[in-house]
């Protein structure tokens, strides 16, 4: 879906989702990173996503995020089930659909004279790793996700929300 910011300090999230996992690609991790224009946007928070949580119990030892973590013009984020202490993972993998991040941003600027100043946000280096730390084929169905246009004068935050989805392919 596209979310289009209207004025500056509102402020709207995007879910990083995935769907269409099945048990049998034995899914253990994931990274991603997100592209935006910082000089448009700022972000306020990147919080984790509860899709692994349910598959990441004993003798698994939970769940283990690493980042956020911000380049130039990207944020980073990725996260993975931690084995049991011998280095094995252990069923049920996951399956089905969930959300990996949500990133909560900022519309900050508007160039002067500019009725529509705005970007992309834009989805790349997505990485869905197996139990034996193989990379799972997979599809980003939307790599620009949301977009911030048209930012007006300051106004009240609003929070809006939008999201991608990766899918493992077939």
Not at 19 to 34: K, W
Not at 64 to 82: C, D, E, K, S
Request: hydrophobic fraction near 35%; include cysteine; aromatic fraction near 12%.
């Amino acid at each position: 879906s596209r979310y289009h910011a209207s004025f500056i300090n509102e402020t709207f999230s995007v879910n990083i989702d995935v769907h269409y996992v099945t048990a049998s690609s034995q899914l253990v991790g994931f990274e991603f990173r997100l592209r935006y224009d910082p000089a448009l946007l700022k972000i306020i928070n990147v919080t984790a996503g509860s899709f692994l949580e349910p598959f990441a119990g004993a003798p698994n030892q939970g769940v283990f995020y690493l980042g956020p973590y911000y380049g130039t013009n990207y944020v980073m984020r990725g996260g993975f089930i931690a084995p049991d202490t011998n280095g094995i993972w252990h069923a049920p993998f996951p399956s089905g659909s969930g959300t990996f991040a949500t990133i909560q941003f900022k519309a900050k600027y508007q160039p002067v004279g500019s009725e529509n100043a705005g970007c992309d946000l834009t989805l790349f280096a997505t990485k869905l790793v197996d139990n034996a730390t193989q990379l799972i084929p997979h599809n980003v169905l939307a790599d620009t996700i949301a977009s911030a246009r048209s930012f007006q004068s300051n106004r009240p935050n609003t929070t809006r929300h939008s999201s991608t989805r990766l899918s493992q392919s077939t």
